[in-house]
């Protein structure tokens, strides 16, 4: 049994190295083209390239010495709508609830590639939004732009 189990994994162990991982990302907006907003997708980062596929269907191709710049953001709000909703069941859960924050965070990637220019705006799961800005700095050579600690004075 033990020997089999050896067999087993030796076989398992390369098949997972050599699958191919990306990052689920929700498209939130941005200029390609036949995309709804909303959309799942998921984010390949290659040696020199970066690729949003949904499915099969491969929504767009961006080389990495084309990319232009790397943003960062985050969307905080309070959890009114859970709050209300768990008052009717218990007043004193649902005042704590209003208490509680919930965190979006927003990956923004802007391209330039001859006279073919481009942006796109992504929200990241908690746990991989900074694996994406790591991968994404890393392949680009650009470094990520904290979008929430730009000031704007009109």
């Given at each position: 049994m033990k020997y089999f189990?050896?067999?087993?994994l030796c076989l398992m162990?390369?098949?997972?190295a050599l699958a191919e991982s990306g990052y689920k990302v929700t498209y939130d907006g941005g200029s390609v083209q036949n995309v709804k907003v909303g959309s799942?997708?998921?984010l390949y980062i290659d040696n020199d390239q970066v690729r949003l596929v949904d499915g099969t269907q491969n929504l767009v191709t961006i080389?990495?010495?084309?990319?232009?710049?790397?943003?960062y953001g985050q969307d905080v709000h309070r959890r009114v709508g859970a709050a209300i909703g768990l008052a009717t069941v218990s007043l004193g859960l649902g005042a704590l609830m209003l208490?509680?924050?919930?965190?979006k965070h927003y990956v923004g990637l802007t391209w330039a590639s001859g006279n073919r220019k481009g942006g796109i705006a992504?929200?990241?799961?908690?746990?991989?939004?900074?694996g994406v800005l790591a991968g994404l700095e890393g392949v680009t050579g650009k470094k990520a732009v904290d979008s929430d600690a730009m000031t704007v004075k009109n």
């Amino acid at each position: 049994m033990k020997y089999f189990l050896s067999f087993l994994l030796c076989l398992m162990i390369p098949t997972m190295a050599l699958a191919e991982s990306g990052y689920k990302v929700t498209y939130d907006g941005g200029s390609v083209q036949n995309v709804k907003v909303g959309s799942k997708a998921i984010l390949y980062i290659d040696n020199d390239q970066v690729r949003l596929v949904d499915g099969t269907q491969n929504l767009v191709t961006i080389p990495a010495a084309a990319v232009t710049e790397i943003s960062y953001g985050q969307d905080v709000h309070r959890r009114v709508g859970a709050a209300i909703g768990l008052a009717t069941v218990s007043l004193g859960l649902g005042a704590l609830m209003l208490l509680a924050k919930s965190k979006k965070h927003y990956v923004g990637l802007t391209w330039a590639s001859g006279n073919r220019k481009g942006g796109i705006a992504m929200q990241c799961d908690k746990k991989d939004y900074r694996g994406v800005l790591a991968g994404l700095e890393g392949v680009t050579g650009k470094k990520a732009v904290d979008s929430d600690a730009m000031t704007v004075k009109n």
